[in-house]
């Protein structure tokens, strides 16, 4: 089994930055990639970014420029947001894809307003 604990939003301005961290816990060998995606109110969940095991990464086209996804060893992936505009409101779940599994953090909410 594997877990994903998210952490870091919460209220930003529009213009800011909020990063977010996700942090992997139990079975983890060689998935294809952990990132980030976002559900906002009556919209379907989309891609936000991901960084796959070998260190490629990939950007939902909202997103591009603004936003970047790196991690610190193969468990820890972060989201550094910048530019930060009210249509980023929304749920963010961290995700793990593997051949063995598809997991997800139960959220955490970023409220982008003045």
């Known amino acids: 089994q594997v877990q994903l604990v998210e952490s870091g939003g919460g209220l930003a301005q529009p213009g800011g930055s909020l990063r977010l961290s996700c942090a992997a816990s139990g079975t983890i060998y060689n998935y294809n990639r952990m990132g980030w995606y976002r559900q906002a109110p009556g919209k379907e969940r989309e891609l936000v970014a991901f960084?796959?095991?070998?260190?490629?990464t990939n950007y939902g086209d909202s997103v591009k420029g603004r936003f970047m996804v790196s991690r610190d060893d193969q468990t820890t992936v972060y989201l550094q947001m910048n530019s930060l505009k009210p249509e980023d409101t929304a749920v963010y779940y961290c995700?793990?894809?593997?051949?063995?599994?598809?997991?997800w953090g139960k959220g955490t909410l970023v409220t982008v307003s003045s």
């Open positions: 960084i796959t095991y070998g260190g490629m």
């Open positions: 995700n793990l894809y593997s051949s063995w599994g598809d997991y």
